[in-house]
């Protein structure tokens, strides 16, 4: 599948002013370059196309590359029909991961970041070019790439909305914070701090968007109300929003059905051993793109799976760098002396990327060992499968109490407030088992499977999820008197 797709040519600046000389209206998407964020754009980006609107993607071509490599569920022909625009932006190191870090917030990320600061220019010029070949350009942006897109402010014919990331929970609560006033809902444990998960250089970094983010016409949230309505009622409170419209359109996945990816003939070495495994009996395990186990972590992990003798799937692999493709030495960690010939034929270690959704879809899948990314945790969800949550850093503690406190679909591996303390194999083996073989984790899955079956609904034809997103393609889509600059 990634192979096709990353075979089809290019649509690189291709003249808007002739091949889409029909079409009055267009869409830039600017996403923050951690995969996270550049996958759900590039997804929201084949969405949006759908409806006959040309879609331009900008991002350094690194990124890009790392987008398109990295897609899984799009369809070929969707992707293709996106138009991809390099955006110069200067050279940065592009260390390792630091595995004995202390803090798991990944810093060998953080000069990406900052080098996208010096993408406003090269932007505000882009979007100027387009606002003079298009009746209206809207401009849909990552929160943390607001400094970027200022300059929509300065164009009378575009308009900008954030696109949020992360969870509306977690959002909500970071604006109370904001605010310095106490949450209007209860919570059975007290809000992790946001600041202990993060780090100086990216609080940094964000404060760079404090102000341009007050540019912006809207917010697109990526999630559904059937998850997390109390939080979205509260982020759109006339005094938080005044004029400003927002969308709940999520979960956006890819529209490709799981199923006939795992029935292809290309389908990953894993997706068959799946296809030999008894019903929701394999727990899978993975930590994202982003986070680096130290080596004692690994080793607790490995014993912990061992004792639970439950059959697992691993994705073991270091967080990414900033430029994945830019080779160097990549760790090989170690595991316990003897530990795969002991789980043999019962669980697989996957040390490259794994094909994510369709482990998270197939029904030998269980359950799932998480950091609780967002992406992650709505996968997760839309797929019915009840989560071990074993936060990181940045939103992720408190999606960890979403899942388990509020929406009761997982157990914490360990509490985040003894984070400090490292976690032993006993208490993820114990972890592990109460969510794959107990009555426990049966009702968490049985909770999960009607929570999903509610997501699916909302983001079917005439689903609320689905309305939401027809609402918003005829707000931008509206008649009016813009005319190009």
């Not at 600046?13 to 000389?21: F, I, K, L, P, Y």
């Not at 260390?95 to 990406?112: I, T």
């Not at 006033?181 to 998960?197: R, W």
Request: glycine fraction near 6%; charged fraction near 20%.
């Amino acid at each position: 599948m990634q192979s096709s797709i990353s075979s089809t040519k290019d649509h690189q600046e291709n003249d808007c002013s002739t091949a889409m000389a029909s079409t009055q209206f267009a869409v830039m998407m600017v996403p923050f370059p951690g995969h996270g964020h550049l996958n759900v754009f590039l997804q929201l980006s084949c969405i949006i196309s759908r409806y006959q609107i040309p879609v331009y993607y900008l991002s350094s071509a690194i990124h890009i590359r790392q987008a398109k490599a990295r897609v899984n569920g799009l369809e070929p022909s969707d992707v293709a029909n996106i138009h991809f625009h390099d955006i110069p932006t200067p050279p940065f190191v592009s260390p390792p991961p630091n595995p004995n870090s202390s803090n798991k917030f990944p810093s060998q990320l953080q000069p990406a970041f900052d080098a996208t600061l010096q993408q406003r220019e090269p932007v505000g010029d882009y979007m100027k070019d387009l606002s003079s070949k298009y009746k209206r350009v809207v401009v849909i942006h990552d929160v943390v790439m607001a400094y970027v897109v200022q300059d929509v402010a300065l164009i009378s014919n575009a308009e900008s909305y954030a696109l949020h990331c992360i969870s509306a929970f977690s959002r909500a609560t970071l604006v109370w914070e904001q605010m310095g006033v106490p949450f209007p809902i209860k919570f059975p444990k007290d809000l992790p701090s946001f600041e202990d998960s993060t780090t100086e250089e990216i609080m940094y970094f964000m404060s760079f968007q404090t102000e341009p983010i007050k540019f912006r016409s809207g917010d697109i949230y990526n999630t559904c109300r059937v998850m997390e309505a109390p939080f979205l009622d509260l982020l759109a409170k006339e005094e938080l929003v005044g004029d400003r419209k927002s969308w709940v359109v999520g979960p956006i996945l890819p529209q490709k059905t799981l199923s006939s990816a795992l029935k292809s003939d290309t389908q990953h070495m894993c997706l068959k051993w799946l296809d030999k495994q008894e019903r929701s009996s394999v727990i899978y395990v993975a930590f994202g793109s982003t986070t680096t186990l130290s080596d004692e972590e690994i080793k607790e992990l490995a014993l912990g799976l061992e004792q639970s003798k439950q059959k697992f799937i691993w994705v073991l692999r270091d967080g990414d760098k900033g430029n994945i493709f830019d080779g160097g030495d990549i760790r090989q960690a170690g595991l316990p002396k003897g530990f795969e010939e002991r789980v043999e034929g019962r669980g697989i270690i996957l040390r490259d990327w794994a094909p994510q959704p369709q482990i998270l879809s197939h029904s030998s899948t269980g359950g799932y060992l998480s950091h609780c990314g967002w992406n992650s945790c709505i996968e997760s969800i839309a797929m019915g499968v009840p989560m071990a949550a074993w936060p990181m850093h940045s939103e992720q503690p408190r999606n960890a109490l979403l899942i388990t406190e509020i929406l009761k679909i997982g157990i914490v591996v360990w509490e985040w407030a003894d984070r400090e303390q490292p976690v032993k194999a006993t208490t993820i083996g114990n972890v592990i088992q109460r969510l794959m073989a107990s009555e426990e984790g049966n009702e968490m899955r049985r909770r999960v499977q009607e929570l999903a079956a509610a997501v699916e609904q909302a983001t079917a034809e005439g689903g609320v999820s689905r309305l939401e997103l027809d609402s918003f393609i005829a707000h931008i889509t509206r008649e009016g008197d813009m005319m190009p600059s």
